[in-house]
């Protein structure tokens, strides 16, 4: 793509507003933009972001055989009263009359629309276990929206539910969902504290949270500084490791993922039963995955970042390589690159080439604060010696050869 | 995929509810369920097609070099009192106050919000012409939602609006976008009529809908019979061709896009000027592009069924083939199914496994409602005789042959 017609608006300065790294960098480099307070717009570079994010997300759901679905943001909210939540949720989950004196709400989750979903179209053994799965917008009323598109009004989750005859099944589906969270965030490039913790309004027994350690976490993990367990923060709780015996540090994380063992609450309360092989009528057993999805370029933000800007893992980034032609003025610089544009191309290696009539200083800022993981300089060099320099972002790294070595590297690096 | 992790939920019988043969079908063969009135849950086959029309669309628009946003579905009302639409649009778009004090709106477009955008992005006549697009979620207050998706309460759209410096450059936008619209649909296996429209609340002078001819349509299109050319139908206007001087036929029809030169409308009432090659300060000439995304899905069914069911065209069924082993009770047919089931994904052509312990009978029946564009059927004679049977869902033809034989044909008839 060309920088010209990508609507990229990158700034000098983050405003005012912005409290976290992953905020200003979010809006320094052009992800977002703020419509009003926790509602953000996603500009080219940030929805490419979020694509790749869920393009993982999906490969490790259906990695699971789970499914995909997609629900709808509307829900009566005669379905929140059979579960007793309409009260518990209170005042964040938004209502409305509509014409027709239908009682909607807009959906911050979706435990009670799913299960009426499988209530109408399960009703065998032979049709468990199943995993569905949807990547969808959520809505919050937040009285108070922080860092951005991490406590925002509206938000895209990715969120799971596994379906199963009892408990045995349950325990495998859950396992399934945790290893495959552990591959998702992996590949996001992110370090994950995975801590036991309460289900709250959602139900269920067992419950666990993934964390991410960062300064402008709104949750405590306590983390034990021998064996690096990390556990549930209670006040007045639990203050040495049970392994090691040696006091725990209280480190800040942001929680991107939450998956509860559910068991029967929503199922009984919405009638989803099955015959079982004995042609007995049971509740089905239920557990929920979710992912903050939106949340998780923040979070990936806050653990890849330096003092230029965002540091993109390969598989994140919205582009592999970006393009700096300096001296427009010299046609044949500008040959060059989008020769080279073409070839990277045709290798199905996307890349940014920034076609702005620009000071070498000023693309070479953008550039780092952009963090795509390639940067490819074509400057004088290029024409006097045939060479061409390369930059990884991460490391500063630089090598200069001529074009045909460069192109190899580089499919080293992407690949390796 | 296997059947069986699939989600998928045929039925023998079409509800009661269902008015047009395209929701019948959505219906029947588990496309969407509904959640309430005008609410519609996707199903995986019904996910897939709309997956595969949204990147049929996004090819397009960036072949347009139109770059690709996502913008909220709350929006602040403020935004609309200064266009002046909160009061055209009347009812329809769902309001209410947060817990903040803020009035907020469910997006039923989004002309205010993308204008606002650029208001605060673009400056300079460089930064254009700039073309943005989003496929995201709308809301209407239908009072009376019908035929399934096609008018429903939530919806997708594909909107996308193009800002320019002048007159001459909308008018390029605007025939690429119409270009690129006849290009979709198309690649969607639709015959269009496309009319000049009256631009209504939306502003500006020209505009051209883009009608699918089917019985449920609630438009009326004018066809010439001789010279085929459409025209917009108005009480008491135009009756007869003016090129051929016959009489039109009146034609039921669905609009599935619609695209306007806006003008300045919005520039003018949001302040979205630019500084042009001579310093002087302009409103952005803007265009808007619309296509109702989830309302192709039922206008693609509406135009390619038959008695049996859908018949997807090859670029948007979920599956490009649907495998079929008979009689499962003899483990060399599964052997058989899941090994071509393995060669197809190595290929690159996603297979529906039918692995359910169902008769043939029922298997064929699901297979032809479903639509998927190949079926392959193993039977006794892949053991006895070592053959295979391909059927065309389209036409019926079917080809009996070994295996490579089966494989290479299926590679013809995709690819031709």
Aim: proline residues 4%.
């Amino acid at each position: 793509m060309l920088w010209s017609q990508s609507f990229i608006a990158t700034l000098k300065e983050a405003p005012q507003e912005a409290e976290s790294a992953s905020h200003q960098l979010m809006l320094r480099a052009g992800l977002v933009r703020m419509l009003m307070a926790g509602v953000y717009s996603y500009l080219p570079l940030g929805l490419k972001a979020l694509n790749n994010i869920e393009t993982i997300i999906r490969q490790e759901m259906n990695s699971c055989a789970a499914a995909e679905v997609l629900l709808p943001a509307l829900q009566p909210l005669d379905l929140w009263l059979k579960s007793g939540r309409d009260k518990d949720i209170g005042e964040v989950m938004v209502r409305f009359t509509d014409r027709r004196g239908r009682k909607i709400c807009l959906g911050p989750t979706h435990e009670e629309v799913i299960t009426e979903l499988v209530r109408t179209q399960v009703s065998s053994y032979k049709q468990l276990p199943l995993i569905l799965y949807q990547i969808q917008v959520k809505f919050r009323d937040e009285i108070r929206p922080r860092f951005g598109v991490v406590r925002a009004c509206e938000f895209i989750m990715k969120d799971a539910y596994s379906f199963d005859q009892d408990d045995a099944g349950l325990e495998n589906s859950y396992q399934a969902m945790h290893a495959a969270y552990g591959r998702i965030f992996s590949r996001c490039g992110l370090k994950i504290l995975t801590v036991s913790a309460d289900p709250g309004v959602m139900g269920g027994k067992v419950s666990h949270e993934f964390m991410v350690a960062t300064a402008s976490g709104e949750d405590i993990v306590l983390v034990c500084p021998k064996c690096k367990g990390s556990f549930a923060f209670h006040e007045g709780g639990l203050d040495s490791c049970p392994g090691c015996k040696v006091e725990l540090d209280k480190v800040n994380a942001m929680e991107i993922g939450h998956i509860f063992q559910l068991g029967t609450k929503y199922s009984l309360a919405l009638g989803a039963n099955f015959l079982d092989a004995q042609g007995k009528l049971k509740p089905i057993i239920m557990g929920c995955y979710g992912i903050g999805v939106s949340r998780l370029i923040a979070a990936i933000i806050e653990q890849n970042n330096d003092a230029a800007g965002i540091i993109w893992p390969k598989e994140i980034s919205p582009y592999k390589m970006i393009i700096l032609p300096l001296d427009l003025g010299q046609a044949k610089i500008m040959e060059k690159a989008k020769s080279i544009y073409g070839q990277l191309n045709s290798l199905g290696i996307e890349a940014l080439l920034d076609d702005r009539d620009e000071r070498a200083g000023v693309k070479f800022k953008d550039a780092d604060l952009l963090g795509i993981p390639l940067q490819l300089v074509i400057g004088k060099d290029a024409l006097k010696n045939n060479t061409l320099e390369l930059k990884i972002r991460r490391n500063n790294e630089r090598f200069i050869a001529g074009e045909e070595e460069i192109l190899a590297k580089t499919r080293e690096i992407l690949n390796g």
